[in-house]
């Protein structure tokens, strides 16, 4: 079946600890996308990826990073110059225009 | 202003009602619009699409789009307990999509 497979489903980080999420889709999408959702707040963009080997930072990029290596993974590291990084973490595909398909998304608290 | 805005609810409705859904937005050159359904503790479930004004209807659902009014809506009829999520309105512009906060509906039994 076709899908997105974000794990670890929970991730716990110590303080000034790196941590990465990983986010494999196989639907054959271009695009892909990282969103982080806090109680009232909505989705918000981190960053995004069009292509392999490009990436575009999104509207809450600071303390994050990304690569995309290959078209099918796109993984996210939260830095520890991330203060504030408790919160759930949604990776989607897409193509052009067509809505997003999202994986089950990585609840991440600061211990 | 808030680019995509939602009344956060809760919206109760009874079982077997329609719900109705709003949402607007602030960028006049959005090109799409999607309505994402997300239960609890889980991720969002795109539910409908709509591109052009008018209605589109599928199934239950019903989205309406009135671009001059920078408007978009969602109707559920005969609306399920199994309904009851938080409702995420969507509008896109090229590759961007911007998300509202949310409409809590509980539909009761």
């Known amino acids: 079946d076709g899908g997105i497979t974000q794990s670890p489903k929970y991730l716990f980080r110590k303080e000034g600890q790196n941590v990465t999420l990983s986010c494999e889709q196989n639907?054959?999408?271009?695009?892909m996308y990282w969103y982080r959702q806090d109680p009232g707040q909505g989705l918000r963009l981190i960053y995004y990826?069009?292509?392999?080997?490009?990436?575009q930072k999104g509207d809450i990029a600071e303390g994050y990073s990304v690569s995309r290596e290959k078209k099918e993974s796109f993984p996210l590291t939260v830095t520890s110059a991330q203060k504030n990084p408790t919160a759930f973490y949604l990776c989607?595909?897409?193509?052009?225009?067509?809505?997003?398909?999202f994986g089950s998304g990585t609840r991440l608290t600061v211990v | 202003q808030k680019e995509v805005e939602q009344n956060s609810g809760p919206l109760s409705v009874p079982e077997g009602a329609i719900a109705s859904l709003n949402c607007t937005y602030s960028?006049?050159?959005?090109?799409?619009f999607f309505w994402y359904r997300q239960y609890s503790g889980k991720s969002p479930e795109l539910i409908m699409f709509?591109?052009?004004?008018g209605d589109k209807e599928d199934g239950r659902f019903t989205a309406q789009l009135n671009k001059a009014s920078q408007y978009v809506s969602l109707l559920i009829r005969d609306s399920q307990p199994s309904d009851s999520a938080t409702y995420l309105c969507?509008?896109?512009?090229?590759?961007?999509?911007?998300f509202g906060t949310g409409t809590k509906l509980q539909v009761i039994p």
């Open positions: 990826s069009q292509i392999v080997n490009d990436f």
């Open positions: 960028d006049r050159g959005s090109q799409s």
């Open positions: 639907l054959n999408h271009d695009a």
């Open positions: 709509i591109y052009s004004n």
């Open positions: 969507a509008v896109g512009r090229y590759q961007k999509v911007t």
């Open positions: 989607a595909s897409s193509r052009t225009a067509y809505g997003y398909t």
